[in-house]
């Protein structure tokens, strides 16, 4: 597509409950990355793909947050036994490559409500 | 651990005023990325400054990369209503270009 996909748009999970969240980047794009969001504040680095390959997970929060993208294509970030300081939005973004002048493109982000 | 800030954190301009944002790093840099988030919406990439001192303009927005390469503005001359937003700077996380650290921003309003 042309811009980065992101669903659901919106989702409301109650305590406890397992949720997962999809990202469908712009095609050919070879980096994937996912990005936390509360408000008023700036996006916080969970995790980032090369192709299929996870390089970098070091801002996953806690073992109950687990991303993936099987196929170098979709992603997946499943948060496991929601709390409710995961209410957050987060953003997906693709990038051509990891390096040179390529910004990120991010999609409209999945607003996460934790009652 | 590695920060990035940026001041001021809310900076409020008449229409026609100009409008800076400043960005500091706690490390040197190997790149820096500057992104606008409008009301409402996600970041949309503005520009990659990479090298010592480097200057770029995208019309009314120049943007400034310091020598040291642990500082960075952003300009705009005669602020638009359209330029309402947040501001935010970004630079790699240690040698990780995939692991970006985003400042907190600079929110923008402007009255017409």
């Known amino acids: 597509g042309a811009g980065v996909s992101q669903s659901p748009r919106y989702k409301v999970a109650k305590r406890g409950q397992d949720v997962a969240l999809r990202c469908d980047p712009i095609?050919?794009?070879?980096?994937l990355f996912w990005y936390q969001q509360a408000l008023g504040q700036g996006p916080e680095f969970l995790t980032y793909?090369?192709?299929?390959?996870?390089?970098?997970k070091s801002g996953l929060p806690s073992d109950r947050f687990f991303a993936e993208r099987p196929e170098g294509s979709v992603s997946t970030l499943k948060i496991q036994r929601t709390q409710q300081e995961d209410s957050a939005v987060y953003l997906c973004?693709?990038?051509?490559?990891?390096?040179?002048?390529?910004?990120?493109?991010f999609g409209s982000g999945t607003r996460l409500t934790v009652v | 651990g590695q920060q990035v800030m940026q001041i001021p954190q809310y900076q409020h301009v008449q229409e026609g005023e100009d409008f800076t944002t400043y960005c500091n790093s706690s490390?040197?840099?190997?790149?820096i990325q500057w992104y606008k988030q409008r009301p409402g919406g996600h970041p949309v990439f503005l520009i990659q400054l990479v090298k010592s001192g480097e200057v770029k303009k995208q019309k009314r927005l120049t943007f400034q990369f310091g020598e040291a390469k642990k500082n960075s503005s952003l300009h705009i001359t005669a602020t638009q209503t359209t330029d309402v937003g947040t501001y935010f700077c970004?630079?790699?996380?240690?040698?990780?270009?995939?692991?970006?650290?985003f400042g907190k921003g600079t929110k923008l309003s402007v009255k017409p």
């Open positions: 793909f090369q192709n299929e390959a996870q390089l970098d």
């Open positions: 095609s050919g794009h070879v980096s």
């Open positions: 973004a693709s990038s051509l490559r990891d390096r040179g002048p390529y910004g990120y493109t």
């Open positions: 970004a630079g790699p996380r240690g040698g990780s270009q995939g692991n970006l650290i």
């Open positions: 490390t040197t840099l190997s790149n």
